[in-house]
Every structure is written in structure tokens, then in C-alpha cells.
């Protein structure tokens, strides 16, 4: 590898810690065929719910030069949200990542100032592709590749200084950039906090979740109403679960924080369930538009809102 490439990596690594990404890491499109074997596995054995979009476009996962043709380099980057949030007992609680400014715009946008560096170091036309969750890419996989975090018992990805409160994103590029492949430890041990701590037992064992099970995908990709059993299982969680990053003991000790661009709603922070019931579509676009919650639809809000009213009086609560 050139020196100039060599120097084209650390280049953009400074632009990426200007612009406050928590990390940034290159890695060479070659197949991975362990992480397609996970992919199918999830699906092969109905653990992926109804989210049907798992099941298709495999093709893609496994070769991400069909997402841009002439791909060279797979730049994987992660962003901080890891704010402070004091939640009031008594009140629907909603996951952290959700009560800030929804990450496919944030991250989007930056990747874009990102690109705009890029290309004016590189001083010659690129072809790129920039996605945050918008592309069968198997986002993990690669963060894991360049060498940026190892995926938890938890099945999130777990970045040294930065803890797991993370949204990935990347930049596919038709350019070589030396591949950042470091050897990290597994940070997890003999640690299984995350397996004991859900409600659910959606981590079904170590670093394998049945998505069906899981709280944040009840609340946020089931589309139907809920089945007496489903309605259950979420408790409080209006939108969203953050128990298995709560008591992770990588989250107590990061140096890393919330990337500025994210701005807490402070009104979202606590707010009451007989306001999310009453809320009219208005009352909703007002509140929410902007943040992920906006995406789900107010008829899917105020359904969480009426299981997690019931679970409340239930378990006395409220
Ligand atoms: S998000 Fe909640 S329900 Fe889902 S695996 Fe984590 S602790 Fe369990
Ligand atoms: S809670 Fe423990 S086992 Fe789970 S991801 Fe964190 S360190 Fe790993």
C-alpha cells in the first residue's frame, strides 16, 4: 500500500473525529460467509418475526459490490447518542436512541460533510453510496471487519470508549483505502447481565436474538395489533427497549458521549400516557415529527400506549 493511501486513511479519520464520529474503519468488500450464515440462520428459523424484509435480498448481503458497482472500500462509522435521561417512575418509557432527532437524517447528513472531505482529498471524481439502515448491508459485520467493536452477548455492537448506545452508518467507495483490521478482545467475559435482565427471553443465548420476542421490535416493526401474549410482554415500553444496554457494564464506563448534532425533546423526556391517548394526527406531528417515533404512526403509538396502560394497572404501577 502507498503512502499516499496510507496517508488518505489517517486523513480521513481526522475529518471523521472533527465532524464527531465515535469511530471510523475501512474494510475490503470480500465475502463473508459466516455472517450470511448467521443471516440465514435467523431467518431459517422464524427469528426474525414478521419482518419479511430480512428474507430477501440476500444476494446483496453477501456481495455489497451489487449495492455499488466498482465498490473498493467499505467505510464503517458509529455515532455516539449516549445523553443522560432521568425517566420518572409511573410514566411509558421510551428508548433512549428515539427521544432525540431520528438518526437516518442526523447520521445521513454527516456522512455526507464526511464525503464532501473525502472527495477533496481524493481531488478526483468518486462513485460512493452513503447508508444508515437504508441498504441490505450487513452493518455489524463490517463495523466488526474494520476493526471498530465486537458484537455482544447482547447482539449490539460494542465500540472501546463508547459503549453500545450507537447508530452505524457507511460510505461505500470506489476507491482503495487500506483496510483498518484490528484484533479486539471480547469484551463480554463471563458477563451474561444482558441474558439475565430481559423480560422476554428474547436473547435466546448468547449473541442470538428471536427478533418475534424482542420489546423494541413489538413496539417499533410489528405493524398488527398486538395478541394478548404480545401486549404482555412489552410492560412499559411504549417505544422501544433499552434494558439489555442499561445493564451492560460498557455503558457505566464510557468516555465517549452523544455527538452534539442530537437534541434531547425535552417534552418527550416524561411525558404522561393520557397525552400520547389523546393525541389528535396533528397533536402527533407536532410532537413527534422528526424524531423515529414519527415513522411508526400514531395508530401504532397509541396501541403500545393502551398495552402498556393495562401492563401498568396490572403489576399496580399505575
Ligand atoms: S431490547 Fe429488551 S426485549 Fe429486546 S433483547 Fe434487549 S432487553 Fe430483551
Ligand atoms: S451485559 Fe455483559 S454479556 Fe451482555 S453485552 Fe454487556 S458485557 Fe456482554
Known amino acids: 500500500m502507498s503512502d499516499h493511501s496510507t496517508d488518505l486513511a489517517h486523513n480521513i479519520r481526522k475529518a471523521a473525529a472533527q465532524l464527531g464520529f465515535a469511530a471510523i474503519g475501512f474494510s475490503a ?27 430477501s435480498r440476500m444476494e446483496e448481503r453477501a456481495d455489497p459490490s451489487l449495492l455499488l458497482p466498482g465498490l473498493r472500500t467499505i467505510i464503517s462509522t458509529v455515532i455516539s447518542y449516549n445523553y443522560p435521561l432521568k425517566r420518572q417512575a409511573g410514566l411509558p418509557k421510551i428508548s433512549k436512541y428515539a427521544i432525540i432527532d431520528d438518526y437516518h437524517t442526523v447520521v445521513r447528513s454527516k456522512l455526507e460533510e464526511l464525503l464532501a472531505e473525502i472527495e477533496i482529498l481524493v481531488a478526483e471524481p468518486l462513485h460512493a453510496r452513503i447508508t444508515v439502515d437504508s441498504s441490505p448491508l450487513l452493518e455489524k459485520n463490517w463495523a466488526e471487519e474494520a476493526g471498530i467493536g465486537k458484537t455482544g452477548k447482547n447482539t449490539l455492537l460494542k465500540v472501546p470508549s463508547a459503549g453500545s448506545y450507537l447508530f452505524l452508518g457507511e460510505i461505500l467507495l470506489d476507491r482503495e483505502i487500506p483496510s483498518s483490521k484490528f484484533t479486539l478482545p471480547n469484551y463480554c467475559g463471563s458477563c451474561g447481565d444482558c441474558l439475565t435482565h430481559c423480560p422476554t427471553g428474547a436473547l435466546v443465548e448468547a449473541g442470538k436474538i428471536d427478533a418475534s420476542k424482542c420489546i423494541s421490535y413489538l413496539t417499533i416493526e410489528l405493524k398488527r395489533e398486538f395478541t394478548a401474549e404480545e401486549a404482555a410482554m412489552i410492560g412499559d415500553w411504549m417505544f422501544g427497549c433499552d434494558l439489555c444496554q ?3 457494564p460498557y455503558n457505566q464506563q464510557t468516555s465517549i458521549t452523544a455527538n452534539k448534532a442530537f437534541k434531547v425533546r425535552e417534552e418527550l423526556v416524561n411525558i404522561s400516557m393520557e397525552r400520547v391517548l389523546n393525541l389528535t394526527k396533528s397533536g402527533f406531528r407536532e410532537l413527534f415529527y422528526g424524531t423515529p417515533i414519527f415513522r411508526i404512526g400514531l395508530r401504532r ?3 403500545n400506549a393502551r398495552a402498556v396502560e393495562n401492563n401498568m394497572k396490572k403489576s399496580g404501577t399505575i
Not at 36 to 55: D, F, P, Q, S
Open 301 to 303: 403509538l397509541k396501541r
Open 246 to 248: 442499561e445493564v451492560c
Open 29 to 55: 468488500p470480500l465475502p463473508q460467509t459466516l455472517a450470511i450464515l448467521r443471516a440465514t440462520a435467523m431467518v431459517h428459523e422464524h427469528r426474525n418475526g414478521e419482518m419479511h424484509y430480512l428474507e
